[in-house]
């Protein structure tokens, strides 16, 4: 299995919201990560009661962290500095199917680009089809689609010109 820098290196988050433990696999349209709730983020985040339970909408952030994870791979790979943030926007399509992820267990977080019109990268979106599943692939707890804002600074104003 290949060697993946730490998360911490990839992304700006920070537990307790680096929501993923680490990436399985990468390749230029596709990538791989492995993310696990325990009882203790779940009684922290999501619930008041005994039975901590971690809320299947969570698999939108799992995925828009499996797409920064991705950029920051492929930066990684062009000796770009790694993005510092994006927004997400939303999703046209997001299918859960289940009301809360399993504890304790490992899940496999997929985010495959999609192909995206220059009028559409030019405004600075992403586009990425997602799922969420157990890490045997057996049980599918989420897919759909993610957009995502990616920041880009504001470009340095012109220098100014004093007419005379």
Do not use: K
Not at 33 to 48: I, K, Q
Not at 106 to 130: E, T
Not at 135 to 152: F, K, N, P, Q
Request: net charge negative; aromatic share 4%; charged share 20%.
């Amino acid at each position: 299995m290949p060697e993946f820098p730490a998360l911490t290196e990839l992304l700006p988050h920070r537990p307790p919201m680096l929501l993923l433990h680490r990436v399985l696999t990468h390749a230029a349209g596709e990538t791989v990560c492995e993310a696990m709730f325990d009882a203790e983020f779940a009684r922290y985040c999501c619930s008041t009661n005994a039975e901590a339970a971690v809320p299947a909408a969570f698999c939108l952030e799992l995925i828009a962290q499996t797409m920064a994870v991705h950029d920051g791979l492929l930066r990684r790979a062009e000796g770009r500095p790694r993005a510092t943030r994006g927004l997400l926007l939303g999703s046209r399509r997001f299918e859960l199917h289940a009301p809360a992820l399993p504890i304790a267990t490992p899940l496999r977080v997929i985010a495959r680009g999609q192909l995206n019109d220059a009028a559409v990268a030019s405004a600075g979106l992403v586009r990425f089809d997602g799922r969420v599943e157990s890490a045997d692939g057996a049980t599918l707890y989420a897919r759909g689609d993610v957009t995502v804002l990616e920041h880009r600074p504001p470009p340095e104003p012109a220098p100014a010109v004093l007419l005379a």
